[in-house]
């Protein structure tokens, strides 16, 4: 690895230190960390473009090393890695470092459309869970509760009036166990409404088996969200992300099947973490009704 630095980036480390996320090197007293691109290629000339405009207006996030050839991308083996120039925020997140990182707002018209995408990836849910699901009985058997789930969410947002709400930078994926190092990984920065960081933190802590009362409570009394806004948290509570992500591991071998109990038992708690936002937002806001909540 140390001649891959050296021949494609003119960097020339003591020392490089492999972890499961890939490759850092200090050189200079400057920290870099070199991993692989596992995302869509052609995607990469606009990560790379956002993350130039975010710089440039201020907004920290790890700067990306061109290589030798001016790339993006250098190409071992046939696999695509990236390099950046990192500072490493060793601390956990909290509900304070993700409220503080939405203070950029966006002027665009590409607004996220989350009812379509997520109808899309129920349809290939269903599709893949008939063709591979006979090898996974614990998801086959909790598999038509979740995409109820998403229904519900689905329905949700479909219903709502969106195009008007401010965006922000926000997260592809954002966990509970996350460094602030994490947070400002350029290739997991996405353009959504702020709501989205928020909702996936609190699910993922969750299903980590921590309390999310009070941080729940938090943010719902002082973020000052529109009703739009409350509402789309409330769909991204109830779409489970976190069932769907660990299916995809589960079915493509990559985690075993067990794992997917950890969700399933906690299915009557999570759903009153659901009922208890429900009833909240009918004291402040006109809610739309959702049967299985009243």
Do not use: C
């Amino acid at each position: 690895m140390k001649n891959v630095i050296n021949y494609y980036y003119n960097l020339y480390p003591n020392t490089i230190h492999q972890t499961d996320k890939g490759y850092y090197f200090i050189v200079n007293n400057q920290r870099y960390f070199f991993t692989k691109y596992q995302g869509n290629i052609n995607d990469i000339k606009n990560i790379y473009d956002t993350h130039i405009y975010m710089l440039n207006n201020n907004f920290y996030v790890h700067p990306i090393i061109l290589n030798t050839q001016n790339q993006i991308l250098t190409y071992i083996n046939a696999e695509p890695y990236i390099l950046m120039n990192t500072v490493y925020y060793k601390n956990q997140i909290n509900i304070n470092d993700i409220v503080s990182f939405w203070t950029f707002q966006i002027q665009t018209n590409k607004i996220p459309i989350w009812g379509k995408l997520w109808s899309e990836k129920n349809d290939y849910l269903e599709y893949q869970i008939n063709m591979l699901g006979h090898n996974h009985p614990l998801i086959r058997e909790s598999f038509s509760y979740y995409i109820g789930l998403g229904e519900t969410a689905i329905q949700l947002v479909n219903s709502l009036q969106i195009n008007n709400l401010p965006l922000v930078y926000a997260h592809k994926r954002i966990n509970a166990s996350d460094k602030q190092y994490d947070l400002y990984n350029p290739l997991n920065i996405t353009l959504d409404f702020k709501v989205r960081d928020m909702a996936e933190y609190l699910k993922s802590r969750f299903f980590n088996d921590q309390d999310i009362t009070n941080e729940l409570t938090k943010y719902l009394n002082n973020e000052n969200l529109t009703q739009e806004e409350y509402l789309l948290f409330l769909a991204r509570m109830i779409y489970p992300t976190y069932y769907f992500d660990l299916y995809e591991e589960i079915i493509t071998n990559r985690k075993k099947d067990e794992e997917i109990k950890k969700i399933i038992d906690k299915v009557d708690d999570y759903e009153k973490i659901i009922k208890q936002i429900y009833n909240y937002y009918k004291s402040i806001i006109i809610v739309p009704q959702i049967e299985w909540l009243e």
